[in-house]
């Protein structure tokens, strides 16, 4: 395949990294706006990866759509204007894979997280709680993946009424906690707590490789495809 890279920061370098052992080739390196305009892009058997910045993704995304290239984006901190994208994307009969994590293991924890989150809505005693932990340079924050998992607890948890990026003794408010940390790639971890004892479920990643092949996984998996598409698209493909 042909990728074109969005966004050249450390995702984007790993990505190349990852494209290249997996015999994609690099046509083009997106960095900044007027990068669009210098570069020839290849429509065809072509994907775009986006390791962009929250404030030039939708814009980004926009564009790749107007282009006719199909648009793998990990970046986070833009799902405002999520149903404004997506319906550019049916509108243009576009391609757009999004996804708050692209690591498998984030995506099986999410999987265990519903799991667990049903469990517990029944069991009393219990207090949830979720924090995250990332490097200094990440902008948004609670993260995707935070966002993702507290949205599925609140889900299954009718007593829950909404989630606050703060501690929060509030019953009814899931506290999202936030930490910004030297190079840390990511760390999540769900807490449900109790006077008598701790449940933990957590995911901790080791470096970035593993969203960077997810997401060129993502870009091999839309190839000839249209629509909008996430993890849970894929995973199909994996029994999950």
Same mark, same amino acid.
């Given at each position: ?12 370098? *790993?990505?190349?990294?990852? $494209? ?9 390196? *997106? ?29 980004? *995304?926009?564009? $790749? ?23 550019? $994307? ?11 994590? !692209? ?15 049903? *469990? ?6 219990? /207090? ?50 936030? !930490? ?17 004892? /701790? ?11 593993? !969203? ?29």
């Amino acid at each position: 395949m042909n990728i074109i890279i969005s966004g050249y920061g450390r995702m984007g370098k *790993i990505v190349e990294e990852v $494209c290249r052992q997996r015999g994609h080739e690099i046509v083009a390196i *997106i960095d900044n706006p007027s990068d669009w305009e210098k570069a020839a892009l290849p429509t065809h058997d072509t994907a775009v990866i986006d390791f962009s910045m929250p404030n030039v993704a939708v814009d980004n *995304i926009l564009r $790749c759509f107007q282009l006719g290239l199909p648009v793998v984006t990990g970046t986070t901190g833009w799902y405002g204007d999520l149903e404004r994208v997506k319906k550019n $994307c049916t509108d243009a009969q576009g391609t757009l894979f999004y996804a708050p994590n !692209f690591s498998l293991g984030v995506n099986i924890l999410f999987h265990v997280n519903r799991i667990l989150a049903k *469990i517990m809505a029944s069991a009393e005693g219990y /207090r949830a709680e979720i924090s995250e932990i990332h490097h200094i340079h990440k902008l948004d924050a609670p993260s995707g993946t935070a966002l993702r998992l507290a949205e599925d607890i609140l889900y299954a948890n009718p007593q829950l009424k909404k989630w606050k990026n703060a501690p929060d003794d509030d019953p009814y408010t899931l506290p999202v906690l936030s !930490f910004r940390e030297g190079e840390i790639p990511g760390t999540h971890e769900v807490v449900y707590d109790s006077e008598a004892d /701790r449940i933990s479920l957590k995911h901790e990643a080791k470096n970035r490789k593993g !969203f960077a092949r997810g997401a060129v996984l993502a870009a091999e998996f839309i190839n000839g495809k249209k629509g909008i598409f996430t993890m849970h698209d894929y995973l199909k493909t994996l029994g999950l």
